[in-house]
């Protein structure tokens, strides 16, 4: 990790500026021009505390992984650790209450099962009653959200067949398998995108030419399809 300054006042704010956290392969995982928190006060001698207010800009974060294990996990290891000795991350129970976000660009990176994500947003506000990651629990107030872009892109992973999960899209847990319980009281959105690509594999030689209305460069020409 890498900090290019800190500003702090009486021990429960903090800005820092040119924030770079790497991955154990030494890759951009976040690089952050700003961030700042605002959080309880005297927050390092207690096991509890809330963060009034969490700020991002100009940001980028970088998740990737080519097998199971995300270029994270180290992160969420650590947080998970049973070692219950002074001082790890462990103990840490927190309690998050606003967070201002500004020209951030999330990219998820996922060749185990074949699916990339770009997320950019221009501005965002979120003020909440609860965000707490230990119970899972995310209580919303009121979310702003200026300029969002999503895309997907979609392909061929490099998981075998023989170890994606199997599970009924019509349950709930196919869609919060982890058990979050989220809910918000007002959503706003403004000039938000959406866009959405995947890889095709066809066999051309095998289709019937006289359903389909495209172009195939042969290695003897074109053979132009659908009349």
């Known amino acids: 990790a890498k900090i290019g300054g800190v500003n702090f006042t009486l021990f429960n704010t903090f800005n820092l500026k040119d924030v770079l956290v790497r991955d154990e392969k030494s890759d951009t995982l976040l690089y952050a021009g700003t961030l700042s928190v605002n959080l309880t006060d005297w927050f390092f001698t207690r096991k509890y505390f809330t963060v009034y207010q969490f700020g991002?800009?100009?940001?980028?974060?970088?998740?990737?992984?080519?097998?199971?294990?995300?270029?994270?996990?180290?992160?969420?290891?650590?947080?998970?650790?049973?070692?219950?000795?002074?001082?790890?991350?462990?103990?840490?129970?927190?309690?998050?209450?606003?967070?201002?976000?500004k020209n951030i660009q999330l990219l998820v990176e996922d060749k185990w099962i074949g699916e990339n994500q770009y997320i950019h947003l221009g501005k965002l506000h979120l003020k909440a009653s609860e965000i707490n990651l230990q119970k899972k629990r995310?209580?919303?107030?009121?979310?702003?959200?200026?300029?969002?872009?999503?895309?997907?892109?979609?392909?061929?992973?490099?998981?075998?067949?023989?170890?994606?999960?199997?599970?009924?899209?019509?349950?709930?847990?196919?869609?919060?398998?982890?058990?979050?319980?989220?809910?918000?009281?007002?959503?706003?959105?403004?000039?938000?995108?959406?866009?959405?690509?995947?890889?095709?594999?066809?066999?051309?030689?095998?289709?019937?030419?006289?359903?389909?209305?495209?172009?195939?460069?042969?290695?003897?020409?074109?053979?132009?399809t659908g009349k």
């Open 56 to 101: 991002l800009e100009d940001a980028k974060i970088k998740l990737k992984r080519t097998d199971s294990i995300w270029n994270y996990q180290f992160i969420s290891n650590a947080f998970a650790s049973n070692d219950t000795s002074a001082g790890k991350p462990s103990q840490l129970r927190l309690n998050i209450k606003s967070l201002d976000f």
């Open 138 to 224: 995310i209580l919303i107030e009121d979310v702003a959200i200026q300029q969002p872009y999503y895309h997907i892109f979609e392909y061929d992973g490099y998981r075998p067949a023989a170890l994606a999960p199997v599970s009924d899209p019509n349950i709930k847990e196919h869609w919060n398998e982890d058990g979050w319980m989220i809910a918000a009281n007002q959503i706003e959105l403004k000039n938000g995108v959406f866009t959405s690509q995947a890889e095709i594999k066809l066999n051309i030689e095998s289709l019937p030419y006289e359903t389909l209305g495209l172009t195939y460069n042969a290695p003897e020409g074109p053979i132009v």
